[in-house]
């Protein structure tokens, strides 16, 4: 038994089979964390990566999914052993909130090597933001009923959802806070029920989002009761 084992590990050494590692490339960091952006600020990010296994490895195209980012190209080959870095330019952020930046690396590695994602996460002032960031429904008949949804996402890289909470204040309502569609960030669904006042002219109320007894968002809800003479749109 000992000479058979001992023929069949020549023979898989001799035709390369014995502990061959494909070729391909991996990151060191996959998930960078940019952190806060200050509105109207671009960032760099560096992504280091190494090569495994053996042989050249032919890289065909680096490619990010929008135009607010633009990814180096990487060199057409890699020889056994390379090291580098990605580097990736995200264009000046405008819109407050959280952001997700992927950028895929295609290559010639055996699959599901051949197709690498590398994703940039961080936020511009908040992590949080809500989508819309303020909520007007319009002319209202005296005591309308009114429901509304509202998305919350965040940067999960510097913000935890544990023990959120929404409160309706200034009109009669509730919010509820519901696991929101998927997307690229986490988040919930504010789903805002509440009636309109009795009286005419305009309304105002507020829906605010805490966590441990601390303020985190609001979301204001506007609106205009109508006299009774006059038709809701």
Avoid: N
């Avoid at 990151?27 to 952006?37: I, K, Q, T």
């Avoid at 965040?154 to 929101?180: K, Q, Y």
């Amino acid at each position: 038994m000992r000479v058979a084992a001992s023929l069949l590990a020549v023979l898989f050494a001799a035709c390369g089979c014995a502990s061959r590692v494909p070729a391909g490339l991996a990151f060191d960091a996959p998930v960078p964390r940019l952190g806060a952006l200050r509105p109207g600020r671009g960032a760099e990010v560096r992504v280091p990566w190494r090569r495994t296994g053996e042989g050249p490895l032919r890289v065909y195209a680096v490619r990010t999914d929008c135009g607010c980012a633009v990814a180096e190209p990487l060199p057409g080959s890699l020889p056994a052993g390379a090291t580098g870095t990605l580097l990736l330019r995200l264009a000046p952020a405008l819109r407050p909130g959280p952001f997700g930046v992927r950028a895929r690396v295609y290559t010639a590695a055996p699959p599901p090597g051949d197709r690498l994602v590398v994703t940039i996460r961080g936020h511009v002032s908040s992590p949080l933001a809500l989508r819309p960031a303020s909520l007007d429904v319009g002319p209202r008949s005296p005591g309308a009923h009114v429901r509304r949804a509202v998305e919350l996402r965040w940067d999960p890289t510097a913000f935890a959802a544990r023990g959120l909470e929404a409160r309706l204040t200034g009109l009669s309502g509730t919010v509820r806070l519901e696991p929101a569609a998927a997307g690229d960030h986490p988040g919930r669904l504010l789903r805002i029920d509440f009636r309109a006042p009795r009286k005419p002219g305009p309304f105002e109320g507020e829906v605010l989002l805490r966590q441990d007894g601390r303020v985190l968002a609001s979301l204001p809800v506007r609106g205009l009761v109508l006299l009774q003479s006059e038709p809701e749109p």
